[in-house]
C-alpha cells in the first residue's frame, strides 16, 4: 500500500491547520456562510437535510486495517456509530457537528486519510477496480495509475477551479469492475503486443444527461499518460461551459464540440505540455509501483475449505455466492456485503468496521477494498481460512450471501439524509430487499442488478442497473420511475423507460411483477435478468407492469 | 392574478449542530415545528425571513417552508418538510430521537 511520505504529511496537517482557523472563525461569527461554504466543501464538509456531513476519500477503495478502525472510531466518538460507504469509494459521516470537523479531520491524518478533494470542482477521488491487484483477470494493478493521478491532481493549481467536479476511474481488467464509461475519463490498462498502455474515454457520466464515455485514444503508451490525461483536463478547463452547470460537465463539451474535435485539441494540447513533465512523473510512477508489491502468498492446503463446503450448506451458499476467483492458487477475493436484508445499503456500523478490520489483519494480508457496489472486499484471503472467515462474518450480521443479487442494491442516500432529493431511496431499497427475503426467490432470481437514486443526479447509478429506480416529486408525493437494461460493465448501457413511474406503495410490487416475467419468460437458469431483457425488449416488461388484467393475474 | 400566499414558517439548520430549527414568534430557534411562528401575511413572511438571514452566527441555509395551520401548531404540506420535522426513515435518529 501506498504510504505517505513527510511531504504528503506535512501537506495534510497544514491543510488541518488551515481549515480548523476557518471552521474557528465561522463559529465566532467572523465567516459568514457564504464565505465558510466555499472553504468546507474544499474539505468534504457538506450541509444536508439533517445534519452536517462530513465525505472521507478512500483513494481507489484501498484500506488497511488501521485505517478501517478508525473509521469506525470516528463512527462511534464524532457520529452516531455508523458510516455510509459510496459509489466512488467514500465514506460519508451523517451527523458530525461543525466544532468536531476539525479533530475528525486530524483523527483521518494520523491514518493518512483525508476529506481533500470530496467535494468541489475539482478532480475527485480517484476509483479505480475493487479486485485490484488481486483478480484472476486482471492485466495490471490499476492502483498505481490511480495513485499517480492523485498525486497529480491534489491541490494542482490549474485544477481546483474546474467547470464542474471531474471523476476518473482505473480499472485493470478487461472486465471492468470500475464503471468507467461513466465517469469523465475513464482508464482502461491494456496490452498491445506485450507493451503495457491505456485506452482512454472521455464524456462518459450519469446524472441528468447519462452518457457512455468515447473513446478518444485506444492506446496511450505508459510514459505519455499523465500528460495526456492532464491536456484532457486542460482542453475542458478551457471550453467547459461554466455559464450553466447542467452543460459544465466534459460529456457536454464532448457532445457539443464532437470526439473528433475534442481529439485533436487535446493532442494539440498534449504536444505542447509533454516536455514539461521532464520524465518526473514516470520516475515517479515506478517510484509508487514497488507500493503495490504483491504480499506473500502463502502455499498450504484448501483441505479445511473443502470440509466446510462439503458440511455446511450456509457456508456453501455463501461461498458460491460472495467469493470471486483470486490470480493466487488457493486464494479467494472476499466480497463482505453491506446489503443485510432490510438495513441500508452501504451502512456499516463501528462495531462491523473492526470485525472487518480484525479479519483483514489475521487472514487478509491486512487489505480491504470499498467497492463502487457499497460492499467491503477482502482481496486476498486464503480459502483455509475462509470458514472462519465466515464465522466471524456471521456473527456480526456480515455473511449475506447475495452478491450481485436482488437484494445487492445500490441505494443513494436520498430524502431521508440528501438535501437535492427528491424523493427516498433507503426504503425502497430495504423494502425490495426484505421482500425478495420473504419469497425465498433470490437465488434462484441469480444475477439482477437494482440500483436506486433519490433524484436525477443519479448517485445511485440507477441509469446503469439493470433495474434502475430513479425517486421523483409528483405534485409533492413521492414517485418512482422504472428503467430497464442498463448495464454497468464494459458493455455499458442506459436503461430504457418502462414508462409511467409507481408511487411508494407501488414500487415493490412493481418490481416484483418485473422479476416475475422474467423468471416467466427466461429460456433458463443460465439467461440473466440481462440478457433476457436483451433478446425479449420492453414488451412483456411493459405488459406485467402496465396491463391491468396481468396485474390481476399476478395476484 | 398572482399566487394567493399559502402560510410559511422560517426554517434553517442550526449552525453547530445542522439539526433543522424553526423560528418562533419570539425570535427564538426551536427543533419542534410545533413552536414555530405560522406566517400567514406576505409582507411579514418576508420581513421574518430578512431577519432570520441575518443570523448567520446561529443559523445556516434559512428559507420560507409551505406548511398549513394544525392543531397543535404548523403542519408540513409536503413531503419534504416531513422528514426534516421528524428525521431519517432508516434510522430512529435526528429529531425523533431528540424531541
Ligand atoms: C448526501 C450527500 C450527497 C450529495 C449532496 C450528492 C450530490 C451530488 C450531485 C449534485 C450530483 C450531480 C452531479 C452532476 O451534475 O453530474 C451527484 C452525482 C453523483 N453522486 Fe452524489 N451526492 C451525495 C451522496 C452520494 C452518495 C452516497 C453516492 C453513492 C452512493 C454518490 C455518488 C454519486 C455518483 C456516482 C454520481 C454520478 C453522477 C456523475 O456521473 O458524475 N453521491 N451527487
Ligand atoms: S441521487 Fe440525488 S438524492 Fe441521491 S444522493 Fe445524489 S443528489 Fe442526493
Keep these: 500500500m501506498y504510504h505517505y511520505n513527510d511531504f504528503d504529511a506535512a501537506f495534510v496537517a497544514e491543510r488541518n491547520r488551515q481549515f480548523r482557523a476557518q471552521v474557528e472563525r465561522r463559529i465566532d461569527g467572523s465567516l459568514t456562510e457564504d464565505e465558510f461554504k466555499p472553504l468546507r466543501l474544499m474539505n468534504g464538509l457538506y450541509l444536508q437535510l439533517h445534519a452536517y456531513m462530513l465525505r472521507v476519500a478512500i483513494p481507489y477503495g484501498t484500506l488497511n486495517s488501521a485505517q478501517m478502525r478508525q473509521l469506525a472510531y470516528l463512527a462511534e466518538k464524532w457520529d452516531k456509530g455508523y458510516g455510509h460507504f459510496t459509489t466512488r469509494q467514500n465514506i460519508q459521516y451523517n451527523w458530525p457537528a461543525l466544532r468536531d470537523i476539525p479533530d475528525m479531520l486530524d483523527a483521518l491524518a494520523e491514518v493518512q486519510m483525508h476529506a481533500i478533494q470530496t467535494s468541489g470542482n475539482t478532480i475527485r477521488n480517484v476509483t479505480a477496480d475493487h479486485f485490484a491487484g488481486a483478480a484472476a483477470d486482471e492485466i495490471a494493478d490499476p492502483r498505481p495509475v490511480a495513485e499517480l493521478l492523485r498525486q497529480w491532481s491534489t491541490d494542482h493549481p490549474e485544477f481546483q477551479f474546474l467547470p464542474r467536479k471531474f471523476k476518473i476511474a482505473v480499472t485493470g481488467s478487461p472486465n471492468d469492475r470500475a464503471v468507467t464509461a461513466a465517469h469523465d475519463v475513464a482508464i482502461r490498462i491494456t496490452e498491445r503486443d506485450g507493451q503495457i498502455g491505456y485506452t482512454v474515454l472521455v464524456g462518459g457520466g450519469l446524472g441528468r444527461t447519462p452518457m457512455i464515455g468515447k473513446v478518444i485514444n485506444d492506446f496511450v503508451p505508459q510514459e505519455d499518460l499523465l500528460p495526456y490525461v492532464e491536456a484532457i483536463v486542460s482542453v475542458w478547463n478551457l471550453l467547459g461551459r461554466r455559464d450553466n452547470k447542467y452543460k459544465a460537465r466534459i460529456k457536454i463539451t464532448v457532445l457539443e464540440h464532437g470526439i473528433d474535435e475534442i481529439r485533436a485539441l487535446v493532442e494539440k494540447r498534449f504536444a505542447e505540455t509533454k516536455d514539461a513533465f521532464n520524465g518526473a512523473d514516470l520516475a515517479l510512477f515506478e517510484e509508487i509501483k514497488t507500493h503495490f508489491r504483491h504480499p506473500n502468498f502463502r502455499n498450504v492446503t484448501e483441505e479445511a475449505y473443502d470440509a466446510a463446503y462439503k458440511a455446511d450448506p450456509v457456508f456453501r451458499s455463501w461461498a458460491d455466492t460472495n467469493l470471486a476467483q483470486h490470480r493466487a492458487p488457493g486464494y479467494a477475493i472476499v466480497q463482505i456485503s453491506l446489503k443485510k436484508h432490510g438495513e441500508t445499503p452501504g451502512d456499516a456500523s463501528a462495531e462491523q468496521m473492526r470485525v472487518m478490520a480484525d479479519l483483514a489483519y489475521a487472514y487478509g494480508h491486512d487489505e480491504l477494498r470499498i467497492s463502487h457496489e457499497q460492499n467491503v472486499i477482502l482481496p486476498h484471503v486464503h480459502k483455509s481460512d475462509l470458514p472462519a472467515v465466515h464465522a466471524k462474518l456471521k456473527a456480526h450480521g456480515l455473511a449475506t450471501a447475495n452478491i450481485d443479487l436482488v437484494s445487492d442494491i445500490i441505494a443513494c442516500p436520498g430524502m431521508d439524509y440528501c438535501a437535492l432529493a427528491t424523493a427516498r431511496s433507503i426504503p425502497i431499497a430495504q423494502q425490495i430487499a426484505t421482500r425478495f427475503d420473504e419469497l425465498k426467490l433470490e437465488h434462484e432470481i441469480g444475477e439482477l442488478k437494482i440500483k436506486i437514486s433519490g433524484c436525477i443526479n443519479a448517485c445511485g447509478h440507477h441509469h446503469v442497473g439493470h433495474i434502475g429506480i430513479l425517486g421523483l416529486d409528483r405534485a409533492g408525493v413521492e414517485n418512482y420511475q422504472i428503467t430497464l437494461g442498463g448495464d454497468h460493465r464494459e458493455t455499458m448501457a442506459l436503461g430504457q423507460r418502462t414508462g409511467p413511474g409507481f408511487s411508494a406503495e407501488e414500487i415493490v410490487p412493481a418490481i416484483e411483477r418485473i422479476v416475475e416475467a422474467y423468471l416467466e419468460n427466461r429460456k433458463g437458469r443460465e439467461e440473466t435478468f440481462l440478457q433476457a431483457f436483451n433478446r425479449l425488449g420492453m414488451a412483456p416488461f411493459k405488459t406485467a407492469l402496465y396491463d391491468q388484467e396481468a396485474r390481476v393475474a399476478a395476484e | ?99
Excluded at chain 2, 434559512?62 to 397543535?72: F, I, R, T
Design chain 2, 1 to 99: 392574478m398572482p399566487k394567493a400566499f399559502t402560510p410559511k414558517v422560517v426554517t434553517a439548520n442550526a449552525l453547530l449542530a445542522g439539526d433543522v430549527v424553526y423560528l418562533t414568534a419570539d425570535d427564538a430557534w426551536s427543533a419542534d415545528l410545533r413552536h414555530a411562528e405560522l406566517l400567514t401575511d406576505e409582507a411579514h413572511a418576508q420581513v421574518r425571513l430578512v431577519e432570520a438571514s441575518a443570523r448567520h452566527a446561529e443559523v445556516v441555509g434559512v428559507y420560507l417552508a409551505d406548511m398549513m395551520p394544525g392543531e397543535n401548531g404548523p403542519e408540513p404540506t409536503h413531503f419534504r418538510e416531513e422528514f426534516r420535522r421528524t428525521g431519517p426513515s432508516n434510522h430512529h435518529h435526528g429529531k425523533q430521537a431528540d424531541l
